[in-house]
């Protein structure tokens, strides 16, 4: 219940194109979904995140859509970059705070 | 003006040692926290202090230790090194337990 599930495990993606990763949960009392990205050699960033209210967040070039019914959610990232390759992690936040991570996906962006 | 720095960057060591990573936060918040990627980059919580005070104690070997002697500083000590202790650890703060999480660099620790 305490699993977050994140698929593709890596994603190549042309320059310009939509890259999508998505993720799915099971525990209802999750209430804040993050997305963090890390570059090798790096520490993970937040990228954005979403609350369960809402279906869809936007910032840039970035959108988190949201299916509280399903419980599943997905980082869309538009106009995809060189510079976007990173492994991205969604996360969920349990009921003590705690932050349980998805298994990550490598993204590669082609020139 | 680094927000979250950790020392050493890596760390190789041989088992049976004993070691330490420090971590020391300059963003003023109250909440620091330990995670252990492994080699497939799975990234797990290990501990987490709220004002000097453990408030996530995850199911980890008892030869860790983390010691908070103030607000911005979370240092963990590792016992009796294996094999299996090999791997980046990262050090996080926020601002309250349910604040944005902040990362450090990562120490790379490879126990030989």
């Known amino acids: 219940q305490q699993q977050v599930k994140q698929s593709p495990q890596s994603l190549i993606v042309q320059k310009g194109g939509i890259s999508i990763i998505n993720c799915a949960y099971e525990?209802?009392?999750?209430?804040?979904f993050p997305w963090y990205q890390q570059f090798p050699g790096k520490g993970p960033a937040l990228l954005i995140a979403i609350r369960p209210d809402v279906s869809e967040k936007k910032e840039g070039r970035f959108t988190i859509s949201f299916n509280k019914s399903a419980k599943q959610f997905s980082l869309h990232i538009m106009d995809s970059q060189p510079g976007d390759s990173a492994t991205y992690f969604c996360?969920?936040?349990?009921?003590?705070?705690?932050?349980?991570f998805g298994s990550g996906t490598r993204l590669l962006v082609r020139p | 003006d680094t927000a979250v720095s950790q020392t050493p960057k890596y760390l190789v060591t041989q088992m049976g040692n004993d070691k330490s990573i420090k971590c020391e936060q300059n963003?003023?918040?109250?909440?620091m926290y330990w995670y252990k990627q492994d080699s497939k980059k799975f990234l797990k919580i290990m501990f987490s202090y709220n004002n000097k005070e453990l408030i996530i104690n995850e199911t980890v070997p008892n030869r860790f230790s983390p010691k908070s002697p103030d607000k911005a500083h979370l240092n963990l000590h590792i016992n009796s090194l294996e094999l299996g202790d090999s791997a980046v650890y990262f050090c996080a703060s926020s601002q309250a337990r349910q604040g944005e999480q902040y990362f450090g660099p990562g120490t790379r620790l490879t126990v030989t």
């Open positions: 963003l003023g918040h109250d909440t």
């Open positions: 996360a969920a936040r349990d009921s003590s705070y705690k932050l349980i």
């Open positions: 525990n209802t009392a999750f209430d804040y």
